[in-house]
Structures are given as C-alpha cells and as structure tokens.
C-alpha cells in the first residue's frame, strides 16, 4: 500500500505484471476447462436426444430432450459469447454464426417435433451432431488456443 494521504484512503499499489499475466493464465486455464465441460454436456444431451429417436421414444420424452438440448445450447453459447466480447476475439462474429445456425436447427426440430413431422428429426439430430463436432473441433479449438495464449 502507498502511504496514507491526509482525508484520502489508501491506495493499494500496482501488482507486478507477472501477477497479473498469472491471473490472466489461471482465467483463461478455467474457462477452457469449463467450457470443455459444458461442450461435453451438450453433446451428450444431443446423443442422447439421437439415441431416444432412434428408439422412437415417446413424443413427450423426445420434446423435453429437445427442450433440455436448446435451453443448454442457449446459455452455453451466451457463456462462450460473452468471453469472446471479453477477449476481444477476432473470430467473434464467424464464432456467434456457427451459433445462430445450430440453434436455429435445434429450433427447426423442436417446431417439426411438435407439428408431428417426426421423420425429419433423425436426420436433423444427425446434422447438428457433426456441426457442433466440426464447430468444437474448428471455431472452439481456435477460441481455446487464443486464450491458452494469454488473450
């Protein structure tokens, strides 16, 4: 601390630049190790909504893993989003369009779900199956190696 200024508090002093690039590190460290997590959630949400039509599970069990599946998607995305626009990320708006599309399918099924169009899910289901993959193994892996480098 700096030393007391008469009527003022005190004022803490600058932390050493190591200390804070480590606080950068340790940030980043967690939040790809949450991000992992919640991208190994959702798809186990989506093979688990695959593995219920393929079943021909219930219609009511197939929309409320369709209900589970977005509602997840939505605040993992918001999440992820928001640490783009925290970072500066220069892929921001690329990253955000994977996510508008795959939400938008996910959407798609629900409506169809719903509608009774249930031949249509299976094939969906498999579609967003392999975007999210390629999204996770492309645009977040991307996102990963930019914070891993202390953006």
């Known amino acids: ?24 590190a340790e940030f980043n460290a967690e939040a790809n190790a949450v ?4 991208h190994e959630e959702q798809l186990r949400l989506l093979q688990a909504l ?3 039509v393929e079943r021909q599970a219930a219609a ?7 209900e589970a599946l977005i ?21 921001y708006e690329d990253h955000q369009d994977d996510h508008v599309n795959m939400l938008t399918s996910m959407q798609f099924m629900a409506v169809a779900h719903e509608a009774g169009h249930t031949a249509l899910i299976p094939g969906k289901v ?15 892996k991307r996102l990963a190696d930019y914070l891993r480098l202390g953006n």
Not at 1 to 13: D, E, N
Not at 60 to 66: G, K, N
Not at 71 to 90: I, N, T, V
Not at 126 to 139: K, Y
């Open 35 to 38: 991000t992992d997590r919640e």
């Open 126 to 140: 498999h579609d967003v199956l392999n975007f999210i993959t390629l999204h996770i193994a492309t645009r977040d």
């Open 50 to 52: 695959s593995d219920a």
């Open 1 to 24: 601390m700096r030393p007391l200024r008469p009527g003022r508090a005190p004022v803490p002093s600058p932390k050493p630049l190591e200390t804070t690039m480590n606080r950068i």
């Open 71 to 91: 509602s997840y998607s939505e605040a993992h995305f918001m999440s992820e989003e928001l640490l783009m626009r925290m970072k500066s990320y220069d892929d």
């Open 60 to 66: 009511s069990e197939v929309a409320s893993m369709l």
